[in-house]
């Protein structure tokens, strides 16, 4: 074969490999256009369900409406969107997803007081109905938006708290036991509706998360019996053993985590004087 020839061949296979690609990055493209719409549609269809839910329970647990097409109707959207998207593989990790998501796109939202309690207030009712309807698993993943949101607004919107997110809380509800959950909810809606579940689960023990990931008791023990890191007060363990386990992977977090509670007390104690 002349060198013209070769040359013409290597042409038409690289044209040839280049619209395999073009095709092949077409197809990605829809598929992952599609994959964006039916979590839309999931999202839709969620927030819908509640509404109904919402609208035709005798009780609204306090609920404050928001309209459709508001912008908190469109925050919650974009919460469950991001959500469902990843809650299949990992529901801890989705739900810290979800909370970025709405922090990039909707800050003035969640530096709004007004508009936080709208959607906390949502976010309450829908936790209700899923405890009310026997779904725990939901209502324990709506519990952990909460925290993140409650903790959000003391730290960023109210200054009370210094700038170390209680990973503690959000561990805990997403392993929550009947009384733990019950609770939570309860504190939260401004009607009776938990009252008779409360006293079903007043019985069981409150249980916490060990923060050892090799806890020999599975990361399960009863709360009044845990024991807490005194240098930063956020990381709780069932034992001495688990928490000398643990300390490799906590030492500098720790450290980060003192100091910045020790500047926060600082600044406030200036701001008193």
Not at 89 to 115: G, R
Not at 137 to 142: G, L, P, S
Not at 152 to 174: C, G, P, S, Y
Not at 180 to 198: E, G, Q, Y
Request: with cysteine; hydrophobic share 35%; charged share 30%.
């Amino acid at each position: 074969m002349s060198k013209k020839k070769a040359r013409g061949k290597e042409r038409k296979a690289a044209k040839a490999k280049k619209e395999d690609d073009n095709d092949s990055s077409t197809a990605t493209a829809a598929a992952q256009q599609r994959q964006r719409e039916q979590e839309q549609e999931v999202a839709e269809a969620q927030l819908q369900m509640q509404r109904l839910l919402i609208d035709s329970s005798p009780c609204k647990h306090g609920f404050i409406h928001f309209p459709a097409g508001h912008i908190c109707d469109r925050f919650v959207r974009l919460y469950l969107e991001t959500f469902n998207a990843g809650a299949s593989s990992d529901p801890t990790a989705a739900v810290f997803a979800a909370m970025d998501a709405v922090e990039d796109k909707y800050p003035e939202v969640l530096h709004d007081s007004s508009k936080m309690k709208q959607i906390l207030s949502y976010f309450s009712t829908e936790g209700t109905h899923h405890i009310l309807n026997g779904d725990k698993k939901a209502a324990r993943t709506t519990a952990a938006r909460i925290i993140l949101f409650e903790e959000f607004i003391a730290i960023k919107v109210l200054k009370t708290q210094a700038v170390v997110l209680h990973i503690q809380k959000v561990m805990e509800i997403l392993i929550a036991d009947d009384h733990t959950l019950v609770s939570f909810f309860r504190k939260r809606i401004s009607c009776s509706c938990l009252d008779k579940k409360h006293k079903e689960v007043k019985s069981i023990k409150k249980m916490g998360f060990c923060n050892n990931d090799k806890c020999p008791l599975g990361g399960k023990v009863e709360r009044s019996k845990m024991l807490y890191c005194t240098r930063c007060s956020d990381q709780y363990y069932c034992s001495r053993d688990c928490q000398k386990a643990h300390w490799s992977k906590h030492r500098e977090e720790c450290k980060e985590w003192a100091e910045e509670n020790a500047r926060f007390e600082r600044t406030r104690n200036h701001n008193e004087e």
